[in-house]
């Protein structure tokens, strides 16, 4: 079976312009991921054009919906890499779904963005920090 890993990122802001960096984010890191060789479920580059369409329409789906969503690609997807981009940290949505892997036993790693591209970690800069301390 092939694995497939789950791309998660902040999206959520009241600012279009935020929400647009956010997605524009996510598609590079996606398109990093794959070019590791990585099958990726990126539901923020997936779901910000439907986002945008349904705004146009004056309609949203809501956040239940959407969790729900999620948690359907979740389910197969094999392990959770969180796009540390600002924002991440406060995410209720990023939140809620490392805590769905985690409970799955399902591991969640880090991408983080760099100068010179990106560097997947096991860990976050805070959880490396608090172990060496």
Not at 34 to 60: A, C, N, Q, W
Not at 89 to 99: L, Q
Request: aromatic share 10%; hydrophobic share 40%; with cysteine.
């Amino acid at each position: 079976m092939t694995e497939i890993v789950y791309l998660a990122c902040p999206y959520s802001h009241p600012s279009m312009d935020v929400r647009l960096s956010r997605f524009e984010a996510s598609a590079h890191a996606a398109a990093d991921l794959i070019h590791r060789g990585k099958f990726v479920y990126s539901p923020i580059t997936m779901t910000h054009p439907i986002d945008l369409v349904m705004v146009e329409e004056g309609e949203t789906m809501g956040s239940d919906y959407w969790c729900d969503f999620d948690e359907a690609f979740m389910r197969v997807c094999s392990e959770m890499i969180i796009l540390t981009i600002p924002g991440w940290r406060e995410s209720r949505g990023i939140a809620r779904e490392a805590r769905f892997f985690r409970d799955a036993g399902k591991p969640v790693r880090y991408i983080v963005p760099t100068s010179s591209g990106y560097v997947l970690a096991d860990q976050s800069e805070d959880e490396a920090t608090a172990e060496n301390t």
